[in-house]
Antibody, heavy 119, light 110 residues
């Protein structure tokens, strides 16, 4: 069965960096596009970033453009989110999600990992 | 990238039907058929309920249906059940090659 498992987040100071990873199994990872979605405490879902199946296309929400970078290693079935210049407003539960091929939707989600940005 | 507009809350009694609206613009909901809906129970991963406006993934009850007219998409849940109580989010692909969620709607089953 499809499984997406995010790495542990943590508490980091403003202005610092953090890398999240998402280990995928149960499907042919290299054939599917992937996303990161986040949910700040008490708020709704926010799409963060997209990466194509081969890593050639990457798109970002305005709120993270220039600070976050999405990548993938298809040989390791792993998705990454590199987060730089972290701000208090980046505090959220971060989910990785698998794209449902050709439908621009997310059919499988991880359980999420909490990132807290605080001094 | 402004969030799509959803009502903050809706409610209904068991057995009744409810509809949640999701209003966007010509750059998102009105531009493509790529509107999807997610059910989110607190503490769990969101679940895809509808994709491409009106299609149900395998395993999703046919009590859930979706539609779209112009810039507004809708999710209808018929025969409300207690387990339907959750937060619901719409999502749309946009003309900027990004995706945008609605603000979310809390469904209460009375």
């Amino acid at each position: 069965q499809v499984q997406l498992v995010e790495s542990e987040g943590g508490v980091v100071q403003p202005g610092t960096s953090l890398r999240l990873s998402c280990a995928a199994s149960g499907f042919t990872f290299s054939r599917y596009e992937m996303h990161w979605v986040r949910q700040a405490p008490g708020k709704g879902l926010e799409w963060v970033a997209f990466i194509s199946y081969d890593g050639s296309r990457k798109y970002y929400a305005d709120s993270v453009e220039g600070r976050f970078s999405i990548s993938r290693d298809n040989s390791k079935n792993t998705l990454y989110l590199h987060m730089n210049s972290l701000r208090a407003e980046d505090t959220a539960l971060y989910y990785c999600a698998k794209d449902r091929s050709n439908s621009f939707s997310y059919d499988y989600w991880g359980q999420g990992t909490l990132v807290t940005v605080s001094s | 990238q402004s969030a799509l507009t959803q009502p903050a809350s809706v409610s209904g009694s068991p057995g009744q039907s409810i509809t949640i609206s999701c209003t966007g613009t010509s750059s998102d909901v009105g531009a493509y058929k790529y509107v999807s809906w997610y059910q989110h129970h607190p503490g769990k991963a969101p679940k895809l309920m509808i994709y491409e406006v009106s299609n149900r993934p395998s395993g999703v009850s046919n009590r859930f249906s979706g539609s779209k007219s112009g810039h507004t998409a809708s999710l209808t849940i018929s025969g409300l059940q207690a387990e339907d109580e959750a937060d619901y989010y719409c999502n749309s692909y946009t003309t900027s090659d990004t995706w945008v969620f609605g603000g979310g709607t809390k469904l209460t089953v009375l």
